[in-house]
């Protein structure tokens, strides 16, 4: 259907479009550049014009992680704006990390004027030499899918439509976009555009009966298979797949170095978080959505077994080098290669094997459980706190609509996650500053849910706090931020220690560049911007600072933030 709109500018049609597109939020950090953007906002706001919400969002790390985590949780990708080459600049580890995590978003960025005069919206400033680069889209070339600039109002529809079907088609991930300030300030009157899009959306894709044969009879013949996954439940439909194909060949699932929820965690046969002592044993192994399954340079699984890999992308083809066999590769959406391949081995596997496997893999997971539980126990009375006893009191208090958005040092073994969607790591690119601006989206998106944020008090820092607590108080986004304080980057020191085992660093406990003591009062960060904080230091009162952080966030309605003081490893 067309459909037609009465606008001002090439700007304000931007803004109708991306509100006909289902684009609910603009992420902005602004610039001089914005000025047509702002004037268009004004006019729709005043006539009560349909339009993305405009989020003032104080520093691209927030903004950009924001993106990310409102579209880890819907699905449906939002923009970001930010300040020509600097803004962008700013935004570019969130744009790797939405990359490697498979995360869309239109990513776009004012264009410095390219006119020095002569037209609406020239230059005018100092800025407007200094900021102009030969080529503003190689900045984020290589982590994006696709990136142009928008040269004149008659292409904006083609454009924005291009934009926002790469972003969503599989592998799915940012796309970036440049918008000049003289063609967002170019006059219009009317704006004429088709809805919904025309632009083509490609549907999910199922592999081939062949090769889903070829994977179901090595599965189906396999003496002693296991799963490994990190990323499966970035589908959230995807895990009732896996859950089939688990129970009826009794396979292990082993979520490792997880980003998503991929597996009951309560499953009998969910077999822990790491298999490396698993690997010298297993015939076959299931790779699902997972871009390193195990470290090679530190055990690898026997050469003579058979590797099946799933994934919409089983070859990494963005990633330079990765060296993991696939003897068969499903591509396409796993969802329905698990769901083929389940079907397809199922028949075809001896009862009495997958039954003696079924024992023996939940007795492990007993064993595992036991063992996790009684871990807690012994350091639950520690001071300074162990982690896993934060973990494990945080655990207790998730319902079935908590989301947890992890940067660093929540222990997910003492969680329960049951619920896809529940559980959101920070992505593999490692791009510090993810959790507090993913957590604040990840609420937008389910503002009726429960959102905690659990951050290193390193990732904290990262996370621009006093821009993510002014957000939070400013759009009604509230949070639970636990801080993990141990007052040092141990990640970089845990390099140190395994880099030279008996070297220097270790023997004279001599490590510059991972402590952060003195430690800031963390708690002050949040209250300024009107949240409930605490310093927690005694590991009995965990459980109430934590009852009493929820209550902030649940029923005060406003962010809270722990500063828990943690054991120095
Ligand atoms: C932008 C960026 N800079 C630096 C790093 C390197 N780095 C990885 S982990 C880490 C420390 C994280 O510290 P914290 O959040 O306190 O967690 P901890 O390691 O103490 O558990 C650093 C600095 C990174 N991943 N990203």
Request: hydrophobic share 45%; glycine share 6%; proline share 7%.
């Amino acid at each position: 259907m067309q459909k037609q709109a009465s606008v001002e500018s090439t700007a304000e049609a931007y803004l109708e479009l991306l509100a006909a597109r289902g684009v609910d939020y603009l992420f902005a950090n602004a610039g001089t550049d914005f000025a047509p953007l702002i004037e268009a906002y004004a006019r729709r706001g005043a006539q009560g014009l349909a339009r993305p919400r405009p989020m003032t969002v104080p520093h691209e790390v927030v903004a950009v992680a924001m993106a990310h985590g409102y579209a880890m949780v819907t699905g449906r990708p939002q923009a970001v704006m930010v300040h020509v080459i600097v803004g962008t600049a700013n935004a570019l580890g969130g744009i790797m990390n939405a990359s490697r995590a498979n995360v869309p978003m239109l990513m776009t960025a004012g264009r410095n004027p390219i006119t020095e005069s002569g037209a609406h919206g020239s230059r005018d400033r100092q800025i407007h030499w200094a900021q102009e680069s030969f080529d503003q889209g190689a900045i984020v070339r290589e982590f994006v899918k696709w990136d142009y600039e928008l040269r004149t109002l008659s292409h904006l529809e083609t454009v924005v439509d291009r934009a926002l079907a790469i972003a969503q088609a599989e592998p799915q991930g940012p796309v970036y976009l440049t918008l000049p300030r003289e063609v967002l300030a170019e006059r219009m009157e009317t704006f004429e555009y088709s809805d919904p899009a025309r632009a083509p959306r490609p549907g999910a894709l199922a592999p081939d009966a062949a090769t889903v044969a070829e994977a179901a009879r090595l599965l189906a013949s396999a003496r002693n298979p296991i799963v490994i996954t990190k990323a499966l439940g970035r589908d959230p439909k995807a895990v009732a797949s896996l859950v089939t194909l688990a129970e009826k060949l009794a396979v292990p699932v082993f979520e490792h170095a997880h980003t998503h929820m991929n597996f009951p965690q309560d499953h009998p046969l969910h077999g822990g978080f790491d298999p490396t002592s698993k690997l010298a044993d297993v015939d076959v192994i299931l790779v699902v959505e997972a871009d390193a399954p195990w470290y090679p340079n530190l055990q690898a699984p026997r050469p003579e077994a058979a590797i099946i890999q799933i994934g919409v992308d089983p070859l990494y083809s963005r990633y330079p080098i990765r060296g993991f066999h696939g003897d068969v590769a499903l591509a396409g959406a796993p969802r329905l290669a698990l769901a083929l391949l389940a079907e397809a081995a199922a028949p075809l596997a001896d009862a009495a094997t997958v039954s003696e496997r079924r024992q023996r893999w939940e007795a492990e997971h007993a064993r595992q459980r036991e063992a996790r539980a009684k871990r807690t126990r012994a350091v639950a009375a520690d001071t300074p706190i162990d982690m896993a006893w934060v973990s494990r009191c945080l655990a207790d208090r998730m319902d079935e609509r908590t989301i947890v958005v992890n940067e660093y040092d929540f222990d997910v073994s003492q969680g329960a996650f049951r619920r896809p969607g529940s559980y959101f790591a920070a992505p593999s690119s490692g791009g510090l500053g993810w959790g507090l601006g993913a957590a604040l989206g990840a609420k937008l998106a389910a503002p009726d849910d429960t959102v905690i944020c659990c951050v290193g008090d390193g990732a904290y820092i990262f996370g621009s706090p006093t821009a993510a607590h002014f957000v939070s108080r400013a759009y009604d986004a509230p949070v639970l931020f636990v801080v993990f304080n141990n007052r040092m980057w141990n990640a970089v020191k845990r390099a140190v220690q395994t880099h030279a085992r008996e070297g220097w660093a270790v023997k004279t406990g001599i490590m510059p560049l991972t402590e952060l003591d003195p430690a800031p009062d963390y708690e002050l960060v949040c209250r300024a911007s009107g949240g409930h904080a605490e310093r927690v230091d005694d590991p009995a009162e965990m459980p109430a600072a934590l009852d009493r952080a929820l209550h902030a966030v649940r029923v005060e309605k406003r962010q809270a933030l722990l500063n828990v003081i943690c054991k120095k490893p």
